[in-house]
């Protein structure tokens, strides 16, 4: 493996095991899409940082919250953005500068809308590139780390028994992906991660299976794909899926 991909998987493996984490955009309603991250983390057990920024609130279920992402103590190691969509482009810009390298955006009205929504998708990865920021999304659920209770989502997955398992899963579709994790649960099937990756503007299927599945605490590699259009990425997955199948039987 080259030194800058290197980099990169080790700029993937940090925002899915975080110490801290910052929700841009938070809400006091714990039950709206950009205040259920923080139910899920605080009633889940996340051990880490829990960094609230908007300007509504000073606090928020307890915490301190932020005007702004420039007013934040520390550069998280993750960043949940839930704000609209005409606010992404300079939020994850302002999380750049302040050295935050990882984020997970919720928000939609990007390249599933059309042509205007796709440029403007393509804009925020650019900046998000810039600053040498991996980025999850946009217009996704997120992720559940379940093994060290990091809920970076607003899924109604979460609001269920999660008990973390030796299964990873991603998923390209948010509403499918959440129904299979539904199926899982009822038959006793513990999923250690749980992954949507939304529109891929940065981070796609493979990179992100590929993070998961150097946990060792991971046996079986789930995914649910839509499309696909770097098969190579594909292939070079399966190939390390086998190569770990012997610690997996």
Not at 8 to 24: F, G, M, N
Not at 153 to 169: C, K, L, N, R, V
Not at 178 to 186: C, D, N, S, W
């Amino acid at each position: 493996m080259s030194t800058a991909s290197t980099v990169r998987a080790e700029a993937i493996r940090r925002p899915i095991q975080p110490r801290s984490i910052a929700v841009i955009g938070a809400s006091a309603d714990l039950a709206k899409i950009n205040g259920r991250p923080l139910k899920h983390l605080l009633e889940k057990g996340y051990a880490g940082r829990i960094l609230p920024v908007n300007p509504k609130y000073a606090q928020i279920a307890g915490l301190p919250c932020v005007p702004s992402i420039e007013a934040l103590p520390e550069a998280a190691d993750l960043a949940i953005v839930a704000v609209p969509a005409a606010e992404v482009l300079a939020s994850i810009d302002a999380l750049g500068r302040l050295g935050v390298s990882a984020a997970v955006v919720f928000s939609s009205g990007f390249g599933e809308t059309g042509a205007a929504g796709l440029a403007l998708e393509r804009a925020v990865a650019d900046c998000a590139r810039g600053h040498g920021m991996v980025l999850c999304g946009p217009n996704c659920l997120g992720f559940v780390n379940a093994f060290d209770k990091v809920y970076a989502t607003f899924s109604q997955y979460a609001d269920g028994e999660t008990g973390p398992g030796p299964i990873a899963f991603v998923t390209q579709s948010g509403a499918f992906g959440t129904a299979i994790a539904a199926l899982a649960r009822q038959r006793g099937l513990g999923l250690g991660y749980f992954i949507n990756t939304g529109n891929q503007a940065d981070l796609d299927f493979s990179e992100l299976m590929g993070a998961v599945i150097d946990d060792p605490r991971i046996r079986v590699a789930a995914g649910y794909l839509e499309g696909l259009e770097d098969g190579a990425s594909l292939i070079r997955l399966a190939r390390r899926c086998l190569a770990r199948a012997s610690h997996w039987c």
